[in-house]
């Protein structure tokens, strides 16, 4: 400390206000920076309740079964978002496919993505997503209903952590919301089935 801010009792303070303000900003600007790196860290290990994204199905099916409930959830979007099953019952380690249905209720094409987790957080890393509406942005058209699947199984190493083998469900949860990306007003998903109702005769 110099002679000037032994002296000088409001040149200490506004010195230790300027550190204070440095590492409140520093904290905030890392805690921004952090986000992705986080949410990617979550889904390549599972933690915090995230799934992770399979490359391949499972070699190996066992007897034991567990019970998928599914939810389903909106967040600042002019939608409707529905679980077409409630339930499936899938042996620990079968592929099972899931659908779930999209409306826009709006009058404008309006593109969101789906953010998810698995409760219990401990069921995270065996939750794997063969495919998933949720790796990729949805835009869908005015007032039309679509069809998003997701096709996953239960990691067979479920049945063997002291944390999750008494665990007779998990509950994979979705919320949509509105696109960040740049490109949130573009043309309606292809991968997206629209539900139109049969030509009459």
């Keep these: 400390m110099s002679s ?9 303070n506004r010195r230790v206000a300027i550190i204070c303000a440095c590492v409140f900003f520093g904290m905030v600007g890392a805690a921004f920076g952090s ?9 390549i290990t599972g933690f915090d309740g995230a ?32 679980a077409d099953q409630t339930s499936q019952t899938a042996k620990i380690g079968e592929t099972k496919l899931a659908f779930f249905k999209v409306t826009n209720n709006s009058d404008r ?17 065996y939750f794997q997503k063969l495919q998933c509406f949720c790796f990729t942005d949805q835009t869908i058209p005015p007032k039309t209903t679509v069809d998003v699947p997701v096709l996953y199984f239960i990691d067979p190493k ?10 007779p469900e ?3 949860s979705y919320t949509f919301f509105p696109s960040t990306t740049a490109a949130s007003q573009q043309a309606p998903n292809p991968a997206a089935k629209k539900l139109t109702p049969p030509a009459k005769s």
Excluded: H, M
């Design 170 to 172: 998990v509950t994979l």
């Design 35 to 43: 986000v992705p790196l986080y949410r990617a860290f979550c889904q």
């Design 51 to 82: 799934t992770r994204r399979a490359d391949k199905a499972s070699d190996t099916v066992l007897r034991k079964t567990i019970v998928v409930r599914f939810d389903a959830n909106v967040r600042d979007l002019p939608w409707s978002f529905t």
């Design 158 to 167: 479920y049945a063997e952590d002291i944390n999750t083998k008494g665990k």
């Design 109 to 125: 094409p309006i593109t969101g993505r789906a953010i998810y987790n698995v409760v219990p957080e401990q069921a995270g890393p």
């Design 4 to 12: 000037t801010d032994r002296s000088d009792p409001n040149a200490r």
